[in-house]
């Protein structure tokens, strides 16, 4: 995934620091289509190449079509052709941090285009996804029309974390979008989605593996020299790939952990201690940011402190801050800096501006918390609850809802987002109210005690 093409500001956390700008620059994860392995830059550079070669004939054969239909009776016109969904778009399914969206950037630079990136996940009915995507998918810059840009590509993330499965039109919606693009989709996902089937039958899916271990330790190796990592041993670095099991980047932030770590304490402590996603951590770093907080500065000392990948961070203040802060017009101006911080970061990641992260920081732990402007000395405790999308995309749930979100998916067709956030509190309130049907529920679902308890 991440190589050794260095950018200059020292600002820059290791991972975006160490992202390849150019494929020849990336350890490439082995990928398969269905039980054939592939050479993943090669197709996916085809795909692309091959896209706008076969655009621009079907638009030169459209135009001709289009002047014959103008001068013919509606009844003789002829049907305009379009570019086959597999020819338009393409799915890069894997685990996270393997490298699926650093491919897309490489590519693109490569070949000297551009990527225009949305998140699915952050797309949250289908209204919304298809404003969003048909914006995507057309959308050309105010300067395309006075000077020759560079082609695009487009790539949708997290296509697995989709919200607008609730309103049961998002598959449909993608597929008729990726019917009409006029650039070449490229989609990420996580993990393999049954909602997602109809999907995969359209076009084709590139499993990603993991990295071996002997490939990210030569990765590891080479950034350890160029930044001059003198406290790790060889024990210490097997430890730090081993504990992040195939997630490279998991390993380059442990490793900018360790540098940045004290240099008298144990290697090995330190290591295990470096759990970016730490619920106890966490936990505590929100509850002492809404409670604890009350200058810009004590902001910045808390997060500088936290090892919470930033991104992560945000999430779970977007998600908790209605627990702390009750007025609505202090929860409408936490809201403007969160939406403001959002823009700042979108800005960072477009064009690599990341003299910007620390107003990002500013804006979405101080500013939201310091809306806050009432609060009473004893406030006693405060619900904190996870984020429904983490910074890969999968639900925060325990092994026991996991079970039930998947038992209720065998009755109903619906997703992981309708079941967690609709369904389970529907039942919750059927299931209290009479023992009865507590028990009808759990026949229907087939529930064991521990499913039983979530319901109670």
Request: charged share 30%.
């Amino acid at each position: 995934m991440i190589y050794l093409a260095i950018r200059s500001n020292e600002k820059i956390p290791w991972v975006e620091k160490y992202r390849p700008t150019s494929i020849k620059d990336m350890a490439l994860p082995v990928a398969k289509v269905g039980r054939q392995k592939v050479n993943l830059a090669e197709e996916l550079r085809q795909f692309v190449l091959d896209f706008f070669k076969e655009k621009r004939n079907l638009n030169e054969a459209n135009q001709k079509i289009r002047a014959y239909n103008r001068s013919h009776e509606e009844k003789e016109h002829k049907e305009e052709l379009k570019l086959g969904l597999e020819k338009a778009a393409i799915l890069l399914e894997g685990p996270p941090g393997v490298g699926k969206t650093t491919i897309a950037y490489a590519l693109a630079n490569d070949l000297n285009m551009e990527v225009i990136e949305t998140n699915a996940s952050d797309i949250r009915t289908k209204a919304a996804l298809e404003s969003k995507l048909r914006e995507t998918t057309k959308s050309r810059g105010i300067m395309d029309f006075v000077v020759q840009s560079k082609k695009k590509i487009i790539l949708i993330d997290e296509i697995d974390g989709i919200y607008g499965v609730t309103d049961r039109g998002a598959v449909p919606t993608i597929l008729k979008l990726i019917e009409n693009t006029q650039f070449p989709i490229i989609m990420c996902s996580n993990e393999y989605k049954q909602s997602l089937q109809s999907l995969y039958n359209k076009i084709r899916k590139f499993e990603v593996d993991s990295l071996t271990n002997e490939e990210m330790l030569k990765i590891a190796r080479k950034i350890i020299s160029k930044e001059k990592i003198s406290n790790l041993s060889v024990n210490d670095l097997n430890l730090i790939i081993n504990k992040n099991d195939g997630d490279l980047r998991g390993v380059i932030n442990d490793l900018q952990g360790i540098s940045q770590g004290s240099s008298d304490k144990d290697s090995k402590d330190l290591i295990l201690k470096l759990n970016r996603d730490s619920t106890e951590e966490i936990f505590a770093l929100i509850s002492d940011l809404f409670q604890k907080v009350n200058s810009l500065k004590e902001a910045r000392d808390l997060t500088n402190k936290s090892d919470v990948d930033y991104n992560f961070l945000y999430k779970w203040v977007n998600e908790n801050l209605t627990s702390f802060i009750k007025r609505n017009n202090e929860i409408a101006n936490a809201f403007e800096n969160l939406s403001l911080a959002d823009e700042i970061f979108g800005r960072i990641r477009k064009n690599q501006y990341w003299s910007l992260l620390p107003y990002f920081y500013d804006l979405f732990a101080g500013g939201v918390v310091l809306s806050r402007k009432i609060r009473s000395s004893d406030e006693g405790y405060r619900r904190i609850v996870f984020p429904r999308y983490t910074s890969t995309g999968f639900f925060s749930l325990s092994i026991n809802e996991k079970s039930i979100v998947e038992k209720i998916q065998k009755k109903y067709k619906i997703s992981d987002i309708e079941v967690v956030q609709e369904f389970i509190p529907f039942l919750r309130v059927l299931c209290n109210s009479s023992r009865k049907q507590l028990g009808n529920v759990s026949n229907w679902f087939e529930l064991d005690a521990k499913e039983k308890k979530i319901l109670k």
